[in-house]
C-alpha cells in the first residue's frame, strides 16, 4: 500500500486556518465577557459653575462623570441636605445600577423571547438596548437616593431637584450617533443646542403646568398663586410671585420632601433624543439661570461667545460654523515654498486653544451673565460639549 505524503504548503494553509479560529473565536468570548456600557471611551470638555447669588445660603449641588459623558445638578430647598447628599451619592448609585455583563443579559433574554409573542419580543428587546439600561439606571439611582432620604426623619421638610443628562454614543468611531438621556425630578433644566437652535432635553415641573396641576388636585391638594394680581380680573402678574402647592413649595416634583407627599412626588421624569451632526453642546442648569434665560437665549449668548473668539483669533469662527478654509502655498522669487503650510497650522492650533479655553470658562460666563440680568437665586450651570 502506497504511503501519501502530505504536501507541507497544504500543511502551512491548515494551521494558519487553525489559528485565525482560535484567535477570531478568543475575540468573541472577549467581545461577550465586556460589559454593555463602556463608561470609558470617548472624553469630553465640560464646563461647570456654582454661585450663590444673592441667596444667604448655598443649597445648589452639581457631579459629572463617566468622562465627561454625564452631567447632573441639584438644586436643593428647605436646607442643603438632601442636594449634597445627592452630590455624594447619586453617581455612584448609577454606576451600580447599570447591568454587569452583556452576554448574561442576552441569554435571558433569548429564553424568555421564546415563550413571548413576536411584538412582545420586540418590545423585550428593545428594554436591552444600551440606550434603555442606561436610561433605567438613572432613574433607579433617584429613587434609591430618595429610599434612603426617606430614613432620615430631620429632612422631612428637606428637598431637591434632579436633573441628569447622559451622553451616550452606540459607536464611539462615530460621531453622529449619539443620543440624549435626560432624567429629570423638578424645575431645573437641560438644553440642547443643535446647529443654533435649542432643544428641550427635559420639561419643568411647575404647579401651574396642566398635567402638573391635574395631578395634585385629583390627590386633594391645591396650586395657588402667591404674588400680585390685577385689579380687574385678578390674574397673576408674572414676575411679582410664584405657584405654590398646598401654598409651600413652587415646584411639584423634588427628591425628599417626604412630608409634602404625594403632592410633591419623587417620581422623575425620563427623556431620550436621538443625536444629529449638528449638535454642539448641552446646558444642564438649576432654575436660578432660567429665571434669567430663556432656553434660546443661552444657547444664543454661548454662541456669540464662541463667534466672539473669532474676532481675537481668525478662522475660530469659520471652524465653529463647520466652515474650513481654502488651503494652498505660495511660492517666492526662487521658486521655494514660503512656509505658508507651516504658519497656517501654527494659527490653527492656536484657534484651537483658545477655542478650547473659552469651552472651559463657559458656564462661569453664562452665571456670571444671570446675577448681571437680576437673578437672585443660586445659579449652577455644567455645559457638555459635543464638539
Same mark, same amino acid.
Given at each position: 500500500?502506497?504511503?501519501?505524503?502530505?504536501?507541507?504548503?497544504?500543511?502551512?494553509?491548515?494551521?494558519?486556518?487553525?489559528?485565525?479560529?482560535?484567535?477570531?473565536?478568543?475575540?468573541?468570548?472577549?467581545?461577550?465577557?465586556?460589559?454593555?456600557?463602556?463608561?470609558?471611551?470617548?472624553?469630553?470638555?465640560?464646563?461647570?459653575?456654582? =454661585?450663590?447669588?444673592?441667596?444667604?445660603?448655598?443649597?445648589?449641588?452639581?457631579?459629572?462623570?463617566?468622562?465627561?459623558?454625564?452631567?447632573? =445638578?441639584? $438644586?436643593?430647598?428647605?436646607?442643603?441636605?438632601?442636594?449634597?447628599?445627592?452630590?455624594?451619592?447619586?453617581?455612584?448609585?448609577?454606576?451600580?445600577?447599570?447591568?454587569?455583563n452583556s452576554n448574561s443579559n442576552n441569554n435571558n433574554n433569548n429564553n424568555n423571547n421564546q415563550?413571548?409573542?413576536?411584538?412582545?419580543?420586540?418590545?423585550?428587546?428593545?428594554?436591552?438596548?444600551?440606550?434603555?439600561?442606561?436610561?433605567?439606571?438613572?432613574?433607579?439611582?433617584? %429613587?434609591?437616593? $430618595?429610599?434612603?432620604?426617606?430614613?432620615?426623619?430631620?429632612?422631612?421638610?428637606?428637598?431637591?431637584?434632579?436633573?441628569?443628562?447622559?451622553?451616550?454614543?452606540?459607536?464611539?468611531?462615530?460621531?453622529?450617533?449619539?443620543?440624549?438621556?435626560?432624567?429629570?425630578?423638578?424645575?431645573?433644566?437641560?438644553?440642547?443646542?443643535?446647529?443654533?437652535?435649542?432643544?428641550?432635553?427635559?420639561?419643568?415641573?411647575?404647579?401651574?403646568?396642566?398635567?402638573? %396641576?391635574?395631578?395634585?388636585?385629583?390627590?386633594?391638594?391645591?396650586?395657588?398663586?402667591?404674588?400680585?394680581?390685577?385689579?380687574?380680573?385678578?390674574?397673576?402678574?408674572?414676575?411679582?410671585?410664584?405657584?405654590?402647592?398646598?401654598?409651600?413649595?413652587?415646584?411639584? %416634583?423634588?427628591?425628599? $420632601?417626604?412630608?409634602?407627599?404625594?403632592?410633591?412626588?419623587?417620581?422623575?421624569?425620563?427623556?431620550?433624543?436621538?443625536?444629529?451632526?449638528? !449638535?454642539?453642546?448641552?446646558?444642564?442648569?438649576?432654575?436660578?439661570?432660567?429665571?434669567?434665560?430663556?432656553?434660546?437665549?443661552a444657547v444664543n449668548f454661548v454662541q456669540r461667545c464662541l463667534r466672539s473668539v473669532a474676532s481675537?483669533?481668525?478662522?475660530?469662527?469659520?471652524?465653529?460654523?463647520?466652515?474650513?478654509?481654502?488651503?494652498?502655498?505660495?511660492?517666492?522669487?526662487?521658486?521655494? !515654498?514660503?512656509?505658508?503650510?507651516?504658519?497656517?497650522?501654527?494659527?490653527?492650533?492656536?484657534?484651537?486653544?483658545?477655542?478650547?479655553?473659552?469651552?472651559?470658562?463657559?458656564?462661569?460666563?453664562?452665571?456670571?451673565?444671570?446675577?448681571?440680568?437680576?437673578?437672585?437665586?443660586?445659579?449652577? =450651570?455644567?455645559?457638555?460639549?459635543?464638539?
Amino acid at each position: 500500500m502506497d504511503r501519501i505524503i502530505a504536501n507541507p504548503e497544504m500543511q502551512i494553509t491548515s494551521s494558519f486556518l487553525v489559528v485565525l479560529t482560535l484567535l477570531l473565536c478568543s475575540l468573541l468570548v472577549l467581545q461577550a465577557s465586556q460589559p454593555p456600557i463602556d463608561l470609558a471611551g470617548l472624553v469630553y470638555v465640560t464646563s461647570v459653575s456654582a =454661585v450663590q447669588g444673592e441667596r444667604q445660603y448655598m443649597e445648589d449641588e452639581f457631579c459629572t462623570g463617566a468622562n465627561g459623558r454625564l452631567a447632573a =445638578v441639584f $438644586d436643593g430647598h428647605g436646607g442643603g441636605a438632601v442636594s449634597k447628599f445627592l452630590r455624594r451619592n447619586y453617581y455612584s448609585k448609577f454606576l451600580f445600577c447599570l447591568p454587569d455583563n452583556s452576554n448574561s443579559n442576552n441569554n435571558n433574554n433569548n429564553n424568555n423571547n421564546q415563550q413571548l409573542s413576536q411584538s412582545a419580543a420586540a418590545a423585550a428587546a428593545a428594554a436591552t438596548t444600551p440606550d434603555a439600561m442606561i436610561l433605567r439606571a438613572l432613574a433607579r439611582a433617584a %429613587r434609591l437616593c $430618595d429610599q434612603e432620604i426617606q430614613l432620615v426623619r430631620r429632612w422631612a421638610h428637606v428637598g431637591s431637584t434632579l436633573t441628569a443628562c447622559y451622553l451616550n454614543h452606540a459607536n464611539p468611531l462615530s460621531s453622529s450617533q449619539h443620543s440624549f438621556l435626560v432624567v429629570n425630578c423638578g424645575d431645573s433644566r437641560a438644553v440642547l443646542s443643535r446647529a443654533g437652535e435649542a432643544i428641550a432635553l427635559s420639561s419643568d415641573h411647575k404647579p401651574n403646568s396642566a398635567s402638573e %396641576r391635574e395631578r395634585i388636585t385629583k390627590l386633594g391638594g391645591s396650586v395657588k398663586w402667591h404674588g400680585l394680581t390685577t385689579k380687574k380680573s385678578g390674574k397673576p402678574i408674572l414676575g411679582t410671585g410664584v405657584w405654590r402647592v398646598n401654598g409651600n413649595l413652587a415646584v411639584s %416634583r423634588a427628591i425628599g $420632601d417626604v412630608a409634602e407627599r404625594p403632592f410633591v412626588s419623587p417620581t422623575p421624569e425620563t427623556h431620550r433624543v436621538t443625536g444629529r451632526r449638528g !449638535d454642539e453642546f448641552v446646558i444642564v442648569a438649576t432654575d436660578g439661570l432660567w429665571d434669567a434665560f430663556s432656553s434660546q437665549e443661552a444657547v444664543n449668548f454661548v454662541q456669540r461667545c464662541l463667534r466672539s473668539v473669532a474676532s481675537k483669533n481668525k478662522g475660530v469662527g469659520k471652524k465653529w460654523q463647520g466652515k474650513s478654509k481654502a488651503k494652498g502655498t505660495s511660492r517666492n522669487n526662487n521658486g521655494n !515654498d514660503d512656509g505658508d503650510d507651516k504658519s497656517e497650522k501654527g494659527e490653527e492650533e492656536e484657534e484651537e486653544e483658545a477655542l478650547l479655553e473659552m469651552k472651559k470658562k463657559m458656564a462661569s460666563l453664562l452665571t456670571s451673565e444671570a446675577i448681571r440680568r437680576g437673578a437672585s437665586d443660586n445659579v449652577t =450651570v455644567v455645559l457638555l460639549w459635543i464638539k
